[in-house]
């Protein structure tokens, strides 16, 4: 079993900038990848930034291309999504996900932390 905790979310004006968190316990050598979405209201989830923990690489969603980064610490079993230039449509709950192996589904999800942009 893995969990995650997300942190980081809040309110900040649009052009800002907020950096989330995801922390990882448990089986973590278990998981292959992990990843961030989000929901907004009345949309349905999706995938913004995912990562391949054995390969280090990245994608990315077109919405967020180049204004978020997904990066990671490896000896604090942490992910991190830093966003810039942010969005009054960015609003939404950021979930942490993280996957057993490069083809299965999201097995396991963090809480949600909300991020609200004002314009």
């Known amino acids: 079993q893995v969990q995650l905790v997300e942190s980081g979310g809040g309110l900040v004006q649009a052009g800002g900038s907020l950096r989330l968190s995801c922390a990882a316990s448990g089986c973590t050598s278990c998981t292959s990848r992990m990843a961030w979405f989000r929901r907004a209201p009345g949309k349905e989830r999706e995938v913004i930034a995912s990562?391949?923990?054995?390969?280090?690489?990245?994608t990315y969603a077109d919405s967020v291309k180049g204004r978020f980064t997904l990066s990671r610490d490896n000896a604090k079993n942490t992910i991190y999504l830093q966003m810039n230039s942010l969005k009054p449509e960015d609003t939404a709950v950021y979930y942490c996900a993280a996957a057993d192996s490069p083809v299965s589904s999201w097995s396991y999800w963090g809480q949600g932390t909300q991020v609200t942009v004002s314009s």
């Open positions: 990562i391949s923990l054995r390969t280090g690489s990245t």
